[in-house]
């Protein structure tokens, strides 16, 4: 779907939010500067979350809102058994927390199957198009929900 400005993606986050459940675990695909982080932050305040821009470039954030979310940056990853250093399990199989990746493919062989995987295409300063992939069972539900 095309996003015209970050109102567009604001509307689009609090679609998707409420469809999320603690266990999912949202890869999301784009160049830098496509808008990952800014989806995030825009779903994070969903769940009353207004804090989730780090300052820092930690690989991992954890944020507790009404629900508890794991966000996961391997960009700096040099490898993916840069993996076996954090506690990967706990973030790619969260039990009580929805997980968000960016650059996923930094991990690539530890990854979860049943991603929801999101991509961002930046079409211009503020157009974005945003395609959740119907690649795994999951993402497939949320589309159908979506009406997609
Ligand atoms: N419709 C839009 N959707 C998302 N971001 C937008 C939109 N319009 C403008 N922007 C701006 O584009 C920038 C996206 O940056 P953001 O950090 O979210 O990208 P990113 O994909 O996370 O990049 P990186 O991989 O470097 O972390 C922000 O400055 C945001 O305000």
């Known amino acids: 779907m095309v996003i015209e400005n970050l109102n567009d993606l604001e509307k689009f986050a609090y679609s998707l939010a409420p469809l ?3 266990g999912d675990v949202i890869n999301l695909i784009g160049d830098m500067g496509a808008g990952k982080t800014t989806l995030v932050n825009s779903l ?3 769940f009353n979350i207004y804090d989730s821009s780090s ?3 930690a690989i991992v ?3 507790d809102g009404d629900i508890r979310i794991y966000h996961l940056d ?3 990853f040099e490898s993916p058994d840069d993996l076996l250093d954090i506690d990967f399990e706990t973030y790619f199989y969260p ?3 929805i997980t968000f990746l960016e650059w996923a493919e930094n991990g690539e062989g530890y990854l979860p199957d049943d991603m929801i995987n999101i991509r ?3 079409l211009g ?3 974005r198009e945003i395609t959740i992939l119907n690649d795994t069972e999951r993402a497939k539900e949320i589309n159908d929900l979506l009406g997609n």
């Open 74 to 76: 391997l960009y700096r």
């Open 20 to 22: 999320l459940k603690e």
């Open 120 to 122: 961002i295409d930046k």
């Open 125 to 127: 300063p503020s157009t």
């Open 44 to 46: 994070a305040r969903f």
């Open 55 to 57: 300052p820092t470039f």
């Open 61 to 63: 954030n954890i944020y």
């Open 95 to 97: 039990e009580s927390a």
